[in-house]
């Protein structure tokens, strides 16, 4: 049975895992339109990091970032480091880390939730994953620019 628990973007399988994310990312697309964080960086008090696991076997990853507030309440999120390991991919891990990154945001009354991804074919299928769950295209959010690499969703919750 898969598990998605809390867990820490440091440990070593996590890491390793998160290394090879950001190395497919940099491969991928140009310097500047990597958004990918890396495992300090999820390490945040604003992110919250999920681990997938069978058997403590870890199968993926995924995080939520509460986004700044005026108010001091967040209302908004963004789904971070969203990746299934390739021996792994196939069996719904994505879809069941974005359920639950969903329903967290949902048990946290965000109003928004939304996300970074790229334009290039290496992202069709996160493209479609997210589009299945109801996200839509919009505009650049929080510190984002416009970027022909760079596609952004959103789902309103």
Known sequence: MIRIDRDSPTCDDVHLLLSEHLADMFATSPAESVHALD?????????TFWTAREDGKLLGCGALKLLDSPTGRARHGEIKSMRTRATARGRGVATLMLRHILDDARARNLEHVYLETGTEDYFAPARRLYARHGFTKCPPFADYVLDPNSLFMELRL
């Open 39 to 47: 495992h300090s960086a999820l390490s945040a008090p604003s992110i």
